[in-house]
Structures are given as C-alpha cells and as structure tokens.
C-alpha cells in the first residue's frame, strides 16, 4: 500500500490533465485533419477508392462519411466542439481501419500501428472528455 501512495504523490495530477487533455486534440485533429482535407477535395475519387481498393459498399456513403469525419470532425475535435460525438466517431473509424487492415489484408504491423494508436487516443478523448480548454458551445 505504500508504494501505491507514492506513485500517487508523484503523479501531476488533475492541473495537468487539461493541458494533456488540449495536446491529445491538438495532436489528433491536425492528424486527421491532413488526411481529410485530401479526402474532401475529390470525394468522387474518395467514394471510387472505399469502393474499388478497400471494399467498403458503397463507396460514396462510406468515403463521405469518413472524409467529413476527417475533414470537419477534426476541427470540431480539435477546438472541443461536440468532442464526445467526434471522439466517439473516431473511436469507430480506427476500430474498422484496425480490423480491416488486421484481418482483409497482410499489411505488417508499421501499416497499423497507427490506427491502433489513433483508437488508444480517440478512447481516452472519449473516455475523460476534452478538458477544461475549450470553444464547446454545447
């Protein structure tokens, strides 16, 4: 039981869990953003790309979604409007992405070590909310 309270004493504590909490949307928005914005420019080819390459039908409702996630979702979860929405949408697109590239094709562990660490943070947004930083109208 000691070394339990000494690990919480060294711990930083919840003052420091907002700032984490503002770099993890950071982090994650301007990622998802990068690959999104691609996606929204040419959502005919997005929409050819789901269908064609990774099988996803059809294509034009999977590519939109995915590329409105990315594209807008990011800048919403990045400023901490409707976080838990975007975080929850996120947690879904990483968990399919991982899935698929773990069980549809034989891409080594590098092709999917980032949707697996995409999920890891989409979970802790959803799980302990954006923090205390920022623009959440609702």
């Known amino acids: 039981m000691d070394i339990i309270n000494q690990i919480e004493a060294f711990r930083l504590g919840a003052p420091f869990s907002d700032i984490a909490l503002l770099i993890a949307r950071i ?3 301007t990622t998802f953003f990068y690959y999104g914005k691609y996606k929204l420019r040419d959502l ?10 990774h099988g996803f039908k059809p294509g034009w409702l999977w590519g939109t979604i995915v590329a409105l996630l990315e594209g807008v979702g990011s800048i ?41 660490l995409a999920l890891g943070v989409a979970l802790l947004l959803l799980v302990a909310g954006p923090g205390a930083y920022t623009v959440n109208l609702f």
């Open 76 to 116: 919403l979860l990045l400023l901490g409007i409707l976080a838990p929405l975007m975080a929850f949408g996120f947690v879904v697109h990483m968990t399919l992405g991982f899935l698929w590239k773990t069980t549809k094709t034989d891409k080594p562990f590098t092709d999917w070590s980032y949707d697996l």
């Open 27 to 29: 982090i994650m928005g």
């Open 44 to 53: 005919k080819q997005n929409a050819k790309d789901f269908d064609e390459i």
